[in-house]
T-cell receptor, first 110, second 112 residues
Framework: QKEVEQDPGPLSVPEGAIVSLNCTYS??????FMWYRQYSRKGPELLMY????GNKEDGRFTAQVDKSSKYISLFIRDSQPSDSATYLC??????????FGAGTILRVKS | KAGVTQTPRYLIKTRGQQVTLSCSPI?????VSWYQQTPGQGLQFLFE???????NKGNFPGRFSGRQFSNSRSEMNVSTLELGDSALYLC???????????FGPGTRLTVL
């Protein structure tokens, strides 16, 4: 079993929809949780970072962490075609070595 | 501030050869980590360097090695290349007082 599980998709939604992306993990030592966005042939771009349970909002993005359930989510409101990319969850116990999910391919159709 | 830069962006090598990849971190960042990304295994941690010292290492064979220079620039070397080493190699930098890592565009290595 992988330490971090993420549905690879693809997830296809119409423009303007609310998108929900999720990851589960098994390692209780994980304290830092990140979401990265990766466009084709580019490096991952940091979207959200949190280290506590609860919600964190930044513009159209909301990151949610539930440590008791070992479950994290990323919500994208008013999705745009430019949001089409691969979304990677990543987590760490010490802030150094990141463990990534497989990535979810998101397609937003106009 | 300029982002993380990696050179070269693309490389084609043959089995048995060796390769060296370079990474320049964001100015002021002293930590550099390397990751391998493949369609089958996703993103996997290779190693991390901080102030010229390797602090953490992933589960890769000894053919994969790295080093960091006094200006924080880092190089990664892969010896005796195998077909399975074909991947996107990503470098990420982090400032000493932060937990967030910023990635470069990667070097795409193809082994024939």
């Amino acid at each position: 079993q992988k330490e971090v599980e993420q549905d690879p998709g693809p997830l296809s939604v119409p423009e303007g929809a609310i998108v929900s992306l999720n990851c589960t993990y098994s390692n209780s030592a994980f304290q830092y949780f990140m979401w990265y966005r990766q466009y084709s042939r580019k490096g991952p771009e940091l979207l959200m970072y949190t280290y506590s349970s609860g919600n964190k909002e930044d513009g159209r993005f909301t990151a949610q962490v539930d440590k008791s359930s070992k479950y994290i989510s990323l919500f994208i409101r008013d999705s745009q075609p430019s949001d089409s990319a691969t979304y990677l969850c990543a987590m760490s116990g010490d802030g150094n070595k990141l463990v990534f999910g497989a990535g979810t391919i998101l397609r937003v159709k106009s | 501030k300029a982002g993380v830069t990696q050179t070269p962006r693309y490389l084609i090598k043959t089995r048995g050869q060796q390769v060296t990849l370079s990474c320049s971190p964001i100015s002021g960042h002293r930590s550099v980590s390397w990751y391998q990304q493949t369609p089958g295994q996703g993103l996997q941690f290779l190693f991390e360097y901080f102030s010229e010292t390797q602090r953490n290492k992933g589960n890769f064979p000894g053919r994969f090695s790295g080093r960091q220079f006094s200006n924080s620039r880092s190089e990664m070397n892969v010896s005796t290349l195998e077909l399975g080493d074909s991947a996107l190699y990503l470098c990420a930098s982090r400032s000493g007082g932060s937990d967030t890592q910023y990635f470069g565009p990667g070097t795409r290595l193809t082994v024939l």
